[in-house]
T-cell receptor, first 113, second 113 residues
Framework: TQLLEQSPQFLSIQEGENLTVYCNSSSVFSSLQWYRQEPGEGPVLLVTVVTGGEVKKLKRLTFQFGDARKDSSLHITAAQPGDTGLYLC?????????????FGTGTRLQVTL | KAGVTQTPRYLIKTRGQQVTLSCSPI?????VSWYQQTPGQGLQFLFEYFSETQRNKGNFPGRFSGRQFSNSRSEMNVSTLELGDSALYLC????????????FGNGTRLTVT
């Protein structure tokens, strides 16, 4: 069973602070996706990274895929209350006719004024 | 473009009953996946359907089943409900290709009493 461990599980910070969320696995994935989920809604895709060592930036969010494609990190600069939510990483596997995303344990972020 | 639609949004059932949940994917998406989300276990993969065939299955008992219709709409069924089946059930649609992101519905909140 592939497991994706995220750390930290919970994070409560003030507006303007920086933070990093980690996503680690012993398995290799063909892609690593990050989602954000808000209460009462389904997860929404933030980014997909597919190449080992890849770095993608989305405004104040920076995503990195590990060289060995087993881990990833999400860094938020100058967090804002609108960043509050559940952040989920997900490792993708493709078997030609079937796909599967394995989700991480989640990081719940709260940003206060 | 309409998103993924799940019905109903909320459901309350009694132990031993069965339930059917419905999912309409984004137009053009032919792959539909189902996930169970609970506070303790996070997002767990149930199954994936493509072209009316189950392509992948998670580690859930046989009480959990699903199907996909020719128009790509999908249903999942849970028989002989147990208290532990209380969860948010999320459906997601995607293109059937490697690294394709999932587009989630807002889920069906099932409560078993």
């Amino acid at each position: 069973t592939q497991l994706l461990e995220q750390s930290p599980q919970f994070l409560s910070i003030q507006e303007g602070e920086n933070l990093t969320v980690y996503c680690n696995s012993s398995s290799v994935f063909s892609s690593l996706q990050w989602y954000r989920q808000e209460p009462g809604e389904g997860p929404v895709l933030l980014v997909t990274v597919v190449t080992g060592g890849e770095v993608k930036k989305l405004k104040r969010l920076t995503f990195q895929f590990g060289d060995a494609r087993k881990d990833s990190s999400l860094h938020i600069t100058a967090a804002q209350p609108g960043d509050t939510g559940l952040y989920l990483c997900a490792g993708g596997q493709w078997a030609g006719t079937a796909s599967k995303l394995t989700f991480g344990t989640g990081t719940r972020l709260q940003v206060t004024l | 473009k309409a998103g993924v639609t799940q019905t109903p949004r909320y459901l309350i059932k009694t132990r031993g009953q069965q339930v059917t949940l419905s999912c309409s994917p984004i137009s053009g998406h032919r792959s539909v996946s189902w996930y169970q989300q609970t506070p303790g276990q996070g997002l767990q993969f149930l199954f994936e359907y493509f072209s009316e065939t189950q392509r992948n299955k998670g580690n859930f008992p046989g009480r959990f089943s699903g199907r996909q219709f020719s128009n790509s709409r999908s249903e999942m069924n849970v028989s002989t409900l147990e208290l532990g089946d209380s969860a948010l059930y999320l459906c997601a649609s995607s293109w059937h290709r490697e690294n394709s992101p999932l587009h989630f519905g807002n889920g069906t909140r099932l409560t078993v009493t």
